[in-house]
């Protein structure tokens, strides 16, 4: 079959590799759509210790079950099935109570597991045992489809923060996770969600999802303005979903008392590390949490909202590309010149 195979730092090559052979305990996977995220961008850029070259990565994806193992059970044939990224080892204390992606060993596809930059992807028994595969009905497209997996994380963020009634929130960050967390605070109750971005390109693809107020954060004073947008008492929650360390702070500064930041995007590793001021947090008696990927309920319940439409993803695609053109999809990507960019390795 062709994958696109990080073959070392910033060197990605579409080629040939050896068809991933299917035992009695796995199933066999014809990827329709991949998605490529943020940070398959920074392990190409600057690798991973949990990815090894040669590699195939890619973990937002969806496909068709094309080949089944006598002993298993959780897809069958032609299902249409969404897959994430964390897998849980099932074993260890974090896995066993339900929080794999804090897994001691942290498996993901795209990662140790081979990815979905190829033509097939192997559901190997321990992804298919404990892993996020969610079939799902042909009302959601592939490319939808393999957009669960941010959006569980995005799910996963907003659980963390205490999403629920009343809520007025702040995003930091519309990119593709912000955008889907202005639908998810909806559904969950929000009263007043506020989004703040920096460039232009992202905010025009931000505002249809409508949210209550956008702030462009290069000409405004963000921290003041979304003060006045809540009377003067802060949001009740401030999700920062863009790798800024300023945002960071201007969370914590903003947030009300007894609110909640969730500091959802992580930092690049040459970043600053953020300043703190415990006095404030001490006043305010406020939560800062963090959150990274996700488990795959989750996963699950991330494509029983794009089936019904709860959270739109669409608007978001903003380029396709066959799997042969990754170089150009991983420019685009690069460039900031798209939203999320899909590939599709079993179509032209
Ligand atoms: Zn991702
Ligand atoms: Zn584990």
Redesign the pocket.
Known sequence: MKAAVLEGLGNVVYRDVPDPVVDDHSALLRIESV?I????LRIIRTGNPRVQPPAVIG??TSGVVVAVGKHVTRVNMGDRVAVG?DVPCGQCRWCRNGLGNNCSINYAIGYQIPGAFAEYMLLTRLVLEEGPVTPFSDRLGFDEAALA??LA?AINGLEMAGMGLGKTVVIIGLGPIGCMMIDLCRIMGAVKVIGVQRSRLRMEIARAYKADAYIASADEDVVARCRELTDGEGPDIVMTTCGSVEAHEQAVEMVAHRGVVNLFGGLGKDVRPMSLPSNTIHYKECFVTGSHGCVPRHHELAVRLLENSSVRVKPLISHAFPLSSVTEALAVMENRQGMKIVMHPTKG
């Open positions: 998605a995220c943020g940070s398959d973990h937002e990224a997996e941010p994380c």
